[in-house]
């Protein structure tokens, strides 16, 4: 990683392997995730990611977690992935961009999935999104935040797309230092 006057680099190399004893050839690729920040000025960024690697639904549903949530969550939405224990190379581009404000935080999020199965290309899928997170300082101890998020996946093996839609509003209150409070409503709608 680097981080520089404008922009921020990052670059994660590596090799996976997935070795099963019985029924499946080992398969084995590499591992690349790379982003480029830029902030052309102090209130807005933007970033572009792009990865390729092993993954599994449940890696994939943790990529889903408020990154600014410090606890254990109570569920989690499965997102891009169908629930099983099969992993799947992924292959993903996301560009980001974020406004920030002294009391507001506005980020747009465009991204493409692919996801290629190991065991089985059954549901192999390609997809498109966007995800749009807002926030706002209403006081100095209460935020209001609201998430909306399209996607449309479409599996390359069955007669089937999906298009998914998740949105949500949140009011968290800041009682003290280690005391917080959050009420949330969301809702999420998958039409195949």
């Not at 099963?20 to 830029?38: E, F, N, T």
């Not at 996301?94 to 980020?107: H, I, K």
């Amino acid at each position: 990683a680097q981080t520089l006057a404008r922009f921020d680099l990052g670059l994660d190399v590596g090799y996976s392997r997935l070795d099963y004893d019985h029924g499946y050839p080992d398969r084995s690729d590499p591992l690349l995730r790379a982003d480029i920040g830029w902030r052309p000025s102090e209130r807005n960024h933007f970033t572009l990611s792009a990865s390729s690697q092993f993954s599994d639904t449940a890696a994939d549903a943790m990529t889903g977690l408020d990154p600014g949530e410090d606890s254990i969550p109570g569920s989690i939405s499965t997102g891009d992935s169908v629930v099983n224990a099969s992993p799947y190379e992924e292959r993903r581009l996301v560009l980001d961009y974020t406004l920030t404000t002294p009391r507001t935080t506005l980020t747009i999020a465009p991204y493409l999935p692919r996801l290629r199965y190991v065991e089985s290309d059954q549901f192999d899928q390609d997809g498109d999104g966007v995800r749009l997170d807002f926030s706002w300082l209403a006081s100095p101890r209460l935020r209001l935040g609201a998430y909306a998020a399209v996607d449309r996946i479409d599996y390359l093996n069955l007669a089937r797309e999906d298009n998914t839609r998740r949105y949500g509003v949140s009011l968290t209150r800041q009682w003290s230092q280690k005391l917080s409070s959050r009420l949330e409503y969301s809702r999420y709608e998958r039409d195949s």
